[in-house]
């Protein structure tokens, strides 16, 4: 079965150090793999994605992940945080092998907090 | 463009009510698929739809759920007789297609609170 993990519920940074959120994934195949965003009591906003090619992808607000398909890794990082870009970060798989192809599985979210 | 359109925002319930969430996609998006999100938890698939057709409600409960994506108008998620259980955010998304590059595109999302 496909899955998605994020190993961290929480993840604090300072403002202007790099940030990574972590995310590893379990699939069968090609993965097709999401970063999104959630403010509270928002909907989820799409940051990047990867498809196929380069393994680095650069996505909104200055955010990129980088898939490692020796790790079955895509982490996302951004050089230097924000205290703006606090929020909820879900990882998410295409599920590829479910009847329909059409769903994402997600994992269960990561809490970034960045301190001025 | 408009975005991915929910309404309400927020709906109250008592037990035994039913309670309807709508969707309208995105401008050009014929795709539609419904999430679930309990506190503390990450977004679970209920049902992917086009128009007039129910292509996946592998992940919607086998009772008291059902979902429509009619020719006109918004896709509509019905819950009868809520549950407390049932209190949760329902998202919606839309995509253009279903090719697994594809971007689905979420809602703001619709809050349900059961009394």
């Known amino acids: 079965a496909q899955s998605v993990a994020q190993p961290e519920d929480q993840v604090n940074v300072a403002e202007g150090n790099p940030l990574t959120v972590k995310c590893t994934y379990s699939?069968?195949?090609?993965?097709?793999l999401f970063w999104y965003v959630q403010y509270p009591n928002r909907g989820l906003q799409f940051l990047l994605k990867y498809i196929t090619g380069d393994n680095l992808v650069k996505g909104s607000y200055g955010f990129e992940a980088e898939f490692n398909k020796s790790q079955t890794s895509f982490h996302l990082k951004k050089p230097s945080a924000l205290v703006s870009d606090s929020a909820l970060y879900f990882c998410?798989?295409?599920?590829?092998?479910?009847?329909?192809?059409?769903?994402?599985?997600f994992g269960k979210g990561t809490k970034l907090s960045v301190k001025p | 463009n408009a975005g991915v359109m929910q309404n309400p925002r927020h709906l109250v319930r008592r037990r035994g009510q039913e309670a309807r969430l709508r969707c309208s996609p995105m401008?050009?998006?014929?795709?539609v698929y419904w999430y679930r999100q309990l506190p503390e938890e990450g977004l679970k698939f209920m049902v992917y739809?086009?128009?007039?057709?129910?292509?996946?409600e592998s992940g919607m409960p086998k009772e008291r759920f059902s979902a429509e994506f009619p020719k006109e108008g918004p896709s509509i998620l019905r819950i009868q007789q809520v549950v407390r259980g049932d209190s949760a955010a329902y998202f919606c998304?839309?995509?253009?297609?279903?090719?697994?590059?594809?971007?689905?595109?979420f809602g703001p999302g619709t809050r349900l609170l059961v009394l």
């Open positions: 739809l086009q128009k007039e057709n129910i292509i996946d």
């Open positions: 998304a839309s995509s253009p297609g279903t090719e697994e590059w594809e971007t689905q595109y």
């Open positions: 699939v069968s195949g090609n993965p097709y």
């Open positions: 998410a798989v295409r599920d590829i092998n479910g009847g329909s192809q059409g769903n994402l599985i």
């Open positions: 401008k050009g998006h014929s795709h």
